[in-house]
């Protein structure tokens, strides 16, 4: 990240967002695009600038921006399901719109540039997640859990899959209470598995079919925090405060949790030699 000063990185950030919202403007004629993703690309910028300036709320600032943005304007207001069952309906009815655009942007190619950002600045499910007591978990792994996340990725497909095999009538509003439904059964199952695993990421890690996407594709990302090792001094600190349990200090792809990072900086907020 070091290569990057702090002026490129947003600027970088914005450029791209403001690629995509140009594009899609134009090849679909429609304002919207240009307005939502020039807004996405603003707060994601100034987000990454506040947060390479060590401004403390800086994350948590985007989160709002973003995840108030997209949950209680597109999702709410537009009706527009952002979440997993919205991108399988929007993919079956072979409409590039909405959820299949917000999945291929965030989700499954913007993972190769910028890994989890999704997850460390915009999500709104960890928007409120992160408000939790256990910012680092204070209980172990559990390892076990992780599969859930494939049985809530094909639940989420056979969910949608089945009310077009069934002929069910007026689909897109079925959708829409399934986007509530969603939001409701997220925050709570979030919140208990949080407070029963001491670790407000236990959602993120275990549970959410997001990943079964962002996992492998990030794995690839162009942005990674790496350790410079001359300065690195092996006090652990980055280990301590990682709420996704990476062990960073290794420069691998293979690191343990790799996948996992969601680029929140605080290993490199908490580095005392500056070596990441
Ligand atoms: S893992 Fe899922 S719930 Fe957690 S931040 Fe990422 S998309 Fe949101
Ligand atoms: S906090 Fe910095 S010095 Fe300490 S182990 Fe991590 S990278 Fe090395
Ligand atoms: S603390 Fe560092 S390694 Fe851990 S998730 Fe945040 S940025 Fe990634």
């Known amino acids: 990240m070091k290569r990057f000063n702090k002026i490129i990185l ?5 450029l791209v967002f403001e690629a995509v919202a140009v594009t899609l403007w134009l090849t679909k004629n429609n304002i919207f695009y ?3 993703f020039s807004y996405i690309g603003v707060s994601l910028s100034l987000g990454i600038f506040l947060v390479m300036g060590r401004y403390r709320y800086a994350r948590r600032v985007v989160q709002l921006l973003v995840g108030l943005y997209m949950l209680v304007f597109l999702g709410i207001i537009r009706r527009e399901n952002m979440q997993i069952e919205g991108f399988w309906y929007y993919l079956f009815t072979g409409v590039f719109e909405a959820a299949t655009i917000h999945y291929a942007v965030a989700k499954i190619f913007g993972p190769l540039i910028f890994g989890r950002g999704w997850c460390g600045y915009a999500c709104w499910t960890a928007m409120v997640l992160d408000f939790l007591p256990y910012k680092v978990p204070a209980g172990p792994e559990k390892k076990k859990l992780r599969p859930v996340r494939y049985f809530t990725f094909a639940l989420s497909l056979v969910f949608v899959a089945a009310l077009f095999l069934s002929g069910a009538g007026n689909i897109e509003r079925i959708i829409f209470w399934a986007f509530i439904a969603g ?13 029963a695993c001491k670790d407000n990421r236990a959602f993120c890690k275990y549970i959410c079919p997001v ?3 962002l996992k492998p594709m990030s794995y690839f990302s162009l942005f990674r925090i790496k350790c410079d090792k001359e ?4 006090c652990g600190k980055c280990k301590k405060v990682c709420p996704m349990g990476v062990d960073v200090t290794d420069n691998s792809r293979k690191r343990k949790n790799a996948t996992e990072c969601i680029l929140c900086m605080e290993c490199v907020k ?7």
């Open 10 to 14: 947003p600027l970088f950030m914005l």
């Open 231 to 234: 300065k690195c001094v092996s």
């Open 270 to 276: 908490n580095c005392p030699k500056d070596a990441l």
């Open 211 to 213: 990943t079964v996407f």
């Open 183 to 195: 939001n409701v059964i997220y925050y709570a199952s979030g919140i208990i598995l949080a407070f």
């Open 34 to 36: 240009l307005f939502n």
